[in-house]
């Protein structure tokens, strides 16, 4: 099995487009047998289209929280409902600006107790009608969601956020003061784990590419770590083999030079 970051892998920051070497390595890599996922920080309403076409065999997405295989749904985990609303009702007392996200959808909060911040703008713009404000009543027992995505300011009060969060979610610091806030028990690498269970195949067959430092757990995990000519200084450093730059060839070279095709 091999595993695949999106952002800063499979795609270049900023972009929607798939480098063509990019492609024809999935495609050879298939031929040969092998199978292929993504594993990515994004839930399953945010990968786009255009990777959904690729025919991977399975995702993995919201770092663990949602697995499916051959379209078919394995495991899925979301935050329970007391723990949501009180991680709203903090970011929201703490100055911490950001968003939601679920497997079907991203919450936005529009209460005039929520900080705001431009790029939590810029992003509801993108989204458009597919992104969903939050419920006037968080305290709805239906109200759930599975990860946090939060943008630090001068004035955010992190520390009393995670003297709370801490106990049950795992706080990833992307750089550029934005966390990405994720479920302790789940994580990219338990969704390897999960697969490697499910259907029987030893971690000694697994592979992972990233780039980026919510990747370390899946980099970290298998003994096949491949990093990105682009990636961070902790992804460089914890990996068994960096390629070329996503933009240079770097996945068809990196497949290539394992002898995956």
């Known amino acids: 099995m091999i595993f695949f970051d999106i952002d800063g892998t499979l795609l270049p920051e900023g972009s929607d ?11 050879l890599v298939q031929k040969n047998d ?3 996922f993504i594993n990515t920080g994004r ?19 919201g770092c663990g929280t949602h697995i499916t295989f051959h379209n078919r749904v394995l495991f899925t985990s979301t935050i329970p409902h ?17 968003f939601y ?3 079907d959808h991203i919450y936005f909060d529009t209460d005039s107790q929520a900080p705001s911040h431009e790029i939590v703008e810029e992003v509801r713009k993108v989204f458009g009608a597919k992104g969903f404000d939050l419920p006037a009543d968080i305290h709805d027992p239906s109200f759930t969601f599975d990860k946090i995505l939060a943008y630090i300011q001068k004035n955010s009060d992190i520390n009393t956020f995670r003297a709370y969060s801490d106990q049950f979610l795992e706080y990833i610091d992307r750089g550029g003061h934005v966390a990405e806030i994720t479920q302790k028990s789940c994580s990219k690498a338990t969704g390897i784990q999960f697969l490697c269970d499910h259907l029987n195949i030893p971690l000694e067959d697994c592979f992972a590419i990233g780039d980026s430092n919510n990747d370390l757990s899946m980099l970290e995990y298998v003994p096949h770590s491949i990093a990105m000519g682009n990636s961070s200084a902790d992804v460089l450093k914890c990996c068994s083999y960096v390629t070329d730059d996503v933009k240079a060839d770097g996945i068809y070279n990196a497949l290539k030079h394992f002898g995956l095709f």
């Open 43 to 61: 839930t399953a309403f945010n990968v786009d289209k255009n990777i959904k076409e690729l025919n991977f065999d399975g995702f993995v997405c």
């Open 17 to 27: 487009t798939i480098p063509e070497s990019t492609k024809e390595a999935l495609s």
């Open 82 to 98: 007391q723990q949501c609303v009180k991680l709203v009702e903090l970011m929201r007392r703490c100055n911490i600006p950001g």
């Open 34 to 36: 092998h199978l292929i």
């Open 101 to 103: 996200e679920e497997t």
